[in-house]
């Protein structure tokens, strides 16, 4: 089976564009989560949804972010507009269910270069 | 949830078992332990995870302690392939985020 798959694989773009990253969950996963990666921060989650719906949008850094899940199969991380400390590598991850005897499995991510 | 404490880094030889050591002493009795390991440029990669009893799968086995305070993450036959970050999370049976430390860095070496 296809694991969860994210695009692009690299973007750079100048600062103030707007940016939208996709991601395709592994089929039958009902948990979508976005963590970005930096150094200084490690891994963290900004949003998750379950069916579609977002749960918890607690760890967007701002009004800047916004995040979709149009259908079960696809979702978008936009950024507009964009600036420079919001050079990352996003990460996209899907899980069956809820609760902790679900382990999340991660896409292979997009790294964002802001200039 | 818990926090969790593992070496900044570890060598091993290829073909020797690597056991990659966590403490989680405030475990709480409904927490998971879970390791995921990051090879350079790719996403976190899930290994295995267990509650109370050892746990076992084609890529390593889980060893937990009976006070379920520390575990063991053991790579039978370490290859230049396992090179990689290595993270134990503790996560509670209602968590939905894994919160993820500064892991091992595991290196493993010909």
């Known amino acids: 089976d296809a694991g969860v798959i994210q695009s692009p694989r690299h973007e750079v773009t100048e600062m103030g564009q707007e940016v939208t990253l996709r991601c395709k969950p592994i089929?039958?996963?009902?948990?979508l989560f976005w963590y970005r990666q930096t150094m200084m921060r490690g891994l963290e989650l900004l949003i998750y949804?379950?069916?579609?719906?977002?749960?918890?949008d607690s760890g967007m850094p701002e009004d800047r972010f916004s995040a979709k899940m149009p259908n079960a199969s696809f979702s978008t991380l936009k950024i507009q507009p964009s600036e420079p400390r919001d050079s990352a590598v996003y990460f996209c991850a899907s899980s069956f269910s809820y609760g902790g005897n679900q382990p999340q499995h991660f896409g292979d991510g997009t790294r964002l270069s802001i200039l | 949830d818990a926090k969790t404490t593992q070496p900044p880094s570890m060598d091993c030889a290829e073909g020797r078992a690597a056991n990659l050591p966590c403490n989680h002493s405030t475990i709480s009795g409904n927490e998971y332990v879970y390791w995921y390991r990051q090879i350079h440029s790719q996403g976190p990669q899930y290994i295995i995870h267990?509650?109370?009893n050892n746990e076992t799968n084609e890529m390593a086995s889980l060893i937990i302690t009976e006070d379920r305070k520390s575990s063991t993450l053991i790579l039978p036959h370490a290859t230049l392939r396992d090179t990689a970050v290595y993270y134990c999370?503790?996560?509670?049976?209602?968590?939905?985020?894994?919160?993820f430390g500064t892991g091992t860095r595991l290196q493993v070496f010909p």
């Open positions: 267990g509650l109370k």
């Open positions: 089929s039958g996963h009902d948990y």
């Open positions: 999370i503790v996560r509670a049976d209602w968590a939905d985020k894994l919160i």
């Open positions: 949804f379950n069916n579609n719906v977002p749960i918890d």
